[in-house]
């Protein structure tokens, strides 16, 4: 008898669990040391944060109906290992979760990957029973009113420039100020204008870990749009990326 299972696309699923791997990392609770995994009908959501970052991606999926609204864990080290080489797994990648239906929320007990080549690989690490994963989209802001748009391309030898100064200091802190038109960075003093595009002409400054951006940002394709909104110093920034997939970063009280 044949299993129950769900195909994605080897490319496209490694390369968003390795953007969510790296948005975990830093994770300080056991509970966000991995990818949390949302089953739609002919989707799959793959989510994760570090209490300070999140990613949340929408990958599409071939899903046999009996996991249609499950939830999968992905646990860090397993899913950043495999994520690892995102060009060595052929096509196509097979999911094939085991849930223990006797418990009440039927957490996952193991998940098995096929990859195009026929390679198993096999998490044994399921998430604690006792322990819910926070609902990420309820914490994920609306849209912000102040907003720009550049890309990785324009941006990251800026965030590198900036790190450069701040990388001895604990939070890595950076200043963002939108004002008259412009975007620049203020670290250690030194300013530096971030090439962007349709900055409207609201103003805004706002202190970040810049660390943390340069990791977000850091699987993105070179030119492919990154849209930042805001709503305020203290609020998280937002940042869309293509098929309204996301990333926000809290910022830093200062």
Do not use: C
Not at 145 to 157: D, R, S, Y
Request: aromatic share 8%; glycine share 4%; net charge neutral.
């Amino acid at each position: 008898m044949e299993s129950k299972k769900i195909v994605v696309n080897a490319k496209e699923f490694l390369k968003t669990l390795k953007r969510t791997v790296i948005a975990t990392e830093d994770a300080k609770r056991t509970v966000l040391k991995g990818a949390h995994v949302l089953v739609g009908q002919d989707f799959l959501i793959i989510e994760g944060t570090d209490a300070f970052s999140l990613e949340r991606n929408k990958i599409q999926a071939e899903v046999d109906p009996e996991f249609i609204d499950r939830e999968i864990w992905i646990e860090y080290t397993f899913a950043k290992k495999l994520s690892k080489s995102v060009s060595k797994h052929g096509e196509k990648i097979t999911l094939i979760p085991q849930f223990d239906n006797s418990l009440v929320d039927e957490p996952i007990g193991t998940l098995t990957v096929i990859d195009g080549y026929g390679d198993v690989f096999v998490d044994e690490h399921p998430l604690d029973s006792s322990t819910n994963y926070p609902q990420l989209d309820r914490i994920i802001p609306q849209e912000g009113a102040i907003k720009f748009t550049t890309t990785k391309k324009k941006i990251l030898p800026t965030l590198k420039e900036a790190y450069r100064l701040v990388k001895k200091e604990e939070w890595n802190a950076v200043k963002m100020v939108i004002k008259q038109g412009k975007v620049t960075l203020n670290a250690s003093d030194q300013e530096f204008l971030i090439d962007a595009t349709e900055v409207n002409d609201k103003e805004l400054s706002i202190y970040f870990n810049v660390s943390k951006l340069i990791k977000l940002i850091s699987n993105n394709s070179m030119n492919a749009s990154l849209d930042f909104s805001f709503q305020e110093s203290l609020r998280p920034i937002l940042i869309k990326r293509e098929k309204e997939n996301l990333s926000v970063l809290t910022p830093i009280r200062k």
